[in-house]
């Protein structure tokens, strides 16, 4: 999951990032990520958790010494979000972002707009010369270093850096392994001095280098006309690659971990598998079709409710000797979360909680507040439970 799945999830949400601007501004932009991204982590967080529980049945080698009750309670104690960090991680990534994002884009930073730097002058830092090593290394407006304050300088910035298919196979890679290695690092030494690795800013998912991936996801699409390799030998080659090194990161984890290879490694390979999939994937489907659409639709309920069908349905079907082996499982709990996803695209208003555009018409999430309304009562009852939980 880690080495390609997640990742291509970072790399194609800040691709949807740039198409998603040319049709909303930036405070749409912004409103639109709550309801999508916050609003199904605070449900997540406050509804979903009570499968997770379901767990305390199943059959297991030694008795527990608590009650259900307590159990239940450990898992309301704290903010728990599970499979939804990603969204969590996109929403921190997409408001942060933002600002950069419509500064580059041509929607949005024409000729006749003014746009404003992050430092609040009316023009970019990089145009007073000379230059100076502080400038160019913290300028709020440029691309790995190359200045760019204008849509058509952050492309030629991107071409600069990823311009020919050496360069745009691997050099992100590079960048990307090299944070995922400080990640290792950082975790080690966390593990020396007796700290939890959340020390460093470095929890179980890293932090910084998916961003990286989700702002060169938004880079790589507004200079995919100048970058884009059409070559199908470049594109296998990629892919083929990137696979095997995605399988030895995770046959070889432990090795590669002391000898702190395996963030490059990774790093590498997760970026050779995206390019070669996404290219080749670009080859074969050439034409919109309607069942795209209707997985495409499937896809955030999927992956919000697949750990807690996996979790409810594994603790029962345990005690049954049948059951329990691993095909049944796989094909009951694929069947269960692809139908369960699917009634939820039809559920109308209740999609809404899921991170799905409300029917027209809907009272979700409404025009009060702009509509912040829903993400407010979410937020608290999330916090009601995280206090009645540590009280009681």
């Known amino acids: 999951m880690d080495t390609w799945n997640m990742p291509m999830f970072f790399y194609l949400s800040g691709q949807n990032a740039y198409s998603a601007l040319f049709r909303r501004s930036e405070t749409q932009f912004r409103d639109e990520r709550v309801h999508r991204l916050l609003v199904p982590t605070l449900f997540l967080s406050l509804v979903t958790q009570f499968p997770l529980t379901l767990w305390f049945f199943a ?25 939804a960090w990603f969204l969590l991680y996109l929403f921190i990534f997409a408001q942060v972002s933002t600002h950069w ?4 884009h041509p929607a949005h930073n024409t000729a006749d707009t ?13 145009s007073r010369k ?16 190359k200045p760019a304050s204008t849509p058509d300088q952050l492309v030629a910035a991107v071409k600069w850096f990823l311009g020919g ?28 001095l007796g700290l ?53 990161v995770g046959l070889l984890e432990s090795i590669l971990v002391r000898s702190n290879t395996k963030g490059l490694a990774q790093g590498i390979g997760l970026w050779l598998f995206l390019m070669g999939s996404i290219a080749l994937a670009r080859k074969k489907f050439t034409q919109p ?23 409810g349905i594994a603790s029962g079907a345990l005690w049954v000797p ?52 829903p993400v407010l009562v979410l937020s608290g009852l999330v916090g009601l439970h995280l206090c009645l939980a540590n009280l009681l």
């Not at 000379?130 to 270093?145: A, E, G, I, Q």
């Not at 069942?291 to 807690?308: C, D, S, V």
């Open 322 to 373: 049948y059951l329990r082996s691993f095909p049944m499982m796989l094909v009951i709990t694929t069947f269960l979360t692809i139908t369960i996803s699917y009634l939820i695209t039809k559920s109308g208003f209740l999609r809404y909680f899921f991170g799905l555009p409300s029917p027209r018409g809907s009272w979700l999430p409404g025009k009060q507040l702009r509509g912040f309304v």
């Open 59 to 83: 059959p297991r080698d030694e008795t527990l010494e608590r009650s259900y009750w307590d159990y239940t309670q450990d898992f309301y104690r704290t903010f728990n979000v599970h499979q």
């Open 289 to 311: 079709r309607g069942w795209h659409t209707t997985f495409r639709t499937m896809a955030m309920p999927f992956y919000l409710i697949h750990q807690q069908v996996i979790v």
């Open 114 to 126: 003014t746009t404003l730097s992050y430092c609040g002058s009316t023009s970019c830092c990089w």
């Open 165 to 192: 298919p050496i360069r745009l196979a691997l050099l992100p890679g590079l960048l990307i392994g090299l944070l995922l290695t400080l990640d290792n690092v950082c975790v080690q030494l966390a593990s020396k």
């Open 196 to 248: 939890p690795k959340e020390a460093f800013l470095m929890a179980s998912f890293p932090f910084f280098p998916y961003m990286v991936i989700f702002v060169l996801g938004y880079a790589t699409r507004a200079a995919d006309k100048q970058i884009r390799q059409h070559s199908k030998l470049w594109s296998w080659t990629c892919f083929i690659v990137g696979t095997v090194l995605c399988i030895v």
């Open 130 to 145: 000379p230059f100076n090593c502080l400038t160019k290394s913290f300028c709020c407006l440029n691309f790995v270093c």
């Open 101 to 104: 994002f419509r500064v580059f």
